[in-house]
């Protein structure tokens, strides 16, 4: 199945304005607030006070803050703060509801609907399978055009809508089809005139794309993203490397449903090299990687991933993303989570997959 989708790890886009409300940002500042450590105003922006209270809280409670506190990582803390005193997950924004739903003119009700129910009902499914509790309400924009999308951007969230187009462009660029991608807090379907008419699957590929899109904001919300305008070597530390951010994505919307096994490692490498020879994931790491090997990326991701299942249960892609969160190194995390170091895996693959 081949639709454009990525997760757009810290674009080096900011947010819109500093005015504009951050829900991470607003969520920290509330729970702060409740728990008594004053924030100063409560409005979404992250300011001195904010990183004052904050600090307070996080040496006071034990609270692991290696990462600075900003837009990217502010759901993040709002979960860890919530998830050290219980009683504050009643300021989560996920209490008020998964999914604030925009769709545009011209999108296919059909189409629309079937992506918010998919949507409603992998959340939960999802959210059980990793092993996580949730605390944001992201925003859902489907639109037919990079247009129609970047004005809902603008209107309904705190990122800039021209710059949203013009990512949008590029995922509505394949004629009656459809694309998708996720910023901390947002997914963005492009879906085209005609598509539904153009393809007989075009249920199963919404419940793959929803499912797969879904993976990766919930990597938004419980491990934040890089900061924006990150480096490379940052980005790679902070988000970990792309196969393994695109192969859980992919891995889950295969098999979600009846969970993954390891078995199927096997079957997908078979079906998507066909005795081709898969390149090493250490050349699938970097943000770079999705020019270069663009279709490798997620099939030796989508393999790898399964593999890594196979070998430690479903829950433990949700620790990983759980240690992630403390400021940990994506290797740290790796060998933590997954009960050897990313060298050690890597050889394995090569000797399961590639010899
Ligand atoms: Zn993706």
Same mark, same amino acid.
């Given at each position: 199945?081949?639709?454009?989708?990525?997760?757009?790890?810290?674009?080096?886009?900011?947010?819109?304005?500093?005015?504009?409300?951050?829900?991470?940002?607003?969520?920290?500042?509330?729970?702060?607030?409740?728990?008594?450590?004053?924030? %100063? $105003?409560?409005?979404?922006?992250?300011?001195?006070?904010?990183?004052?209270?904050?600090?307070?809280?996080?040496?006071?409670?034990?609270?692991?803050?290696?990462?600075?506190?900003?837009?990217?990582?502010?759901?993040?803390?709002?979960?860890?703060?919530?998830?050290?005193?219980?009683?504050?997950?009643?300021?989560?924004?996920?209490?008020?509801?998964?999914?604030?739903?925009?769709?545009?003119?011209?999108?296919?009700?059909?189409?629309?609907?079937?992506?918010?129910?998919?949507?409603?009902?992998?959340? $939960?499914?999802?959210?059980?399978?990793?092993?996580?509790?949730? $605390?944001?309400?992201?925003?859902?924009?489907?639109?037919?055009?990079? =247009?129609?999308?970047?004005?809902?951007?603008?209107?309904?969230?705190?990122?800039? %809508?021209?710059?949203?187009?013009?990512?949008?462009?590029?995922?509505?660029?394949?004629?009656?089809?459809?694309?998708?991608?996720?910023?901390?807090?947002?997914?963005?379907?492009?879906?085209?005139?005609?598509?539904?008419?153009?393809?007989?699957?075009?249920?199963?590929?919404?419940?793959?794309?929803?499912?797969?899109?879904?993976?990766?904001?919930?990597?938004?919300?419980?491990?934040?993203?890089?900061?924006?305008?990150?480096?490379?070597?940052?980005?790679?530390?902070?988000?970990?490397?792309?196969?393994?951010?695109?192969?859980?994505?992919?891995?889950?919307?295969?098999?979600?449903?009846?969970?993954?096994?390891?078995?199927?490692?096997?079957?997908?490498?078979?079906?998507?090299?066909?005795?081709?020879?898969?390149?090493?994931?250490?050349?699938?790491?970097?943000?770079?990687?999705?020019?270069?090997?663009?279709?490798?990326?997620?099939?030796?991701?989508?393999?790898?991933?399964?593999?890594?299942? =196979?070998?430690?249960?479903?829950?433990?892609?949700?620790?990983?993303?759980?240690?992630?969160?403390?400021?940990?190194?994506?290797?740290?995390?790796?060998?933590?989570?997954?009960?050897?170091?990313?060298?050690?895996?890597?050889?394995?693959?090569?000797?399961?997959?590639?010899?």
């Amino acid at each position: 199945m081949r639709f454009t989708c990525f997760l757009f790890l810290a674009l080096g886009l900011a947010l819109s304005s500093a005015a504009q409300a951050s829900p991470g940002a607003l969520c920290v500042e509330q729970q702060l607030a409740a728990a008594k450590f004053d924030p %100063g $105003p409560v409005d979404g922006k992250i300011d001195d006070a904010t990183k004052k209270a904050f600090a307070s809280f996080a040496a006071k409670r034990g609270l692991r803050a290696k990462v600075p506190l900003h837009e990217f990582s502010a759901m993040s803390y709002c979960r860890q703060i919530g998830l050290k005193i219980s009683r504050l997950k009643r300021q989560w924004p996920s209490r008020k509801g998964a999914f604030d739903f925009h769709v545009g003119k011209g999108v296919d009700r059909q189409v629309a609907k079937r992506i918010q129910s998919q949507l409603k009902k992998a959340r $939960p499914r999802m959210a059980k399978f990793f092993k996580l509790e949730l $605390p944001g309400r992201d925003k859902v924009v489907i639109g037919a055009s990079a =247009g129609v999308i970047g004005g809902l951007v603008e209107q309904h969230t705190e990122y800039p %809508g021209r710059s949203i187009a013009s990512v949008a462009r590029r995922h509505c660029s394949n004629k009656g089809g459809i694309g998708a991608f996720v910023l901390p807090g947002l997914a963005v379907f492009c879906v085209q005139p005609g598509y539904r008419s153009k393809n007989e699957n075009w249920q199963r590929e919404i419940d793959f794309v929803t499912a797969h899109e879904l993976v990766h904001l919930v990597q938004t919300q419980v491990a934040g993203t890089s900061a924006p305008g990150s480096s490379a070597a940052a980005k790679l530390e902070r988000d970990g490397p792309v196969w393994l951010v695109e192969g859980f994505a992919n891995a889950y919307a295969i098999s979600g449903r009846t969970g993954i096994s390891a078995a199927e490692g096997f079957l997908f490498s078979n079906s998507f090299y066909d005795g081709k020879r898969i390149p090493s994931l250490k050349t699938l790491e970097k943000r770079s990687a999705l020019h270069s090997h663009y279709s490798d990326v997620y099939d030796a991701g989508t393999i790898a991933a399964i593999d890594l299942v =196979g070998l430690k249960g479903a829950k433990s892609y949700g620790r990983y993303l759980d240690i992630l969160a403390t400021g940990a190194s994506w290797q740290a995390a790796f060998k933590a989570a997954f009960g050897m170091t990313p060298e050690a895996f890597y050889k394995r693959f090569d000797r399961r997959y590639r010899s």
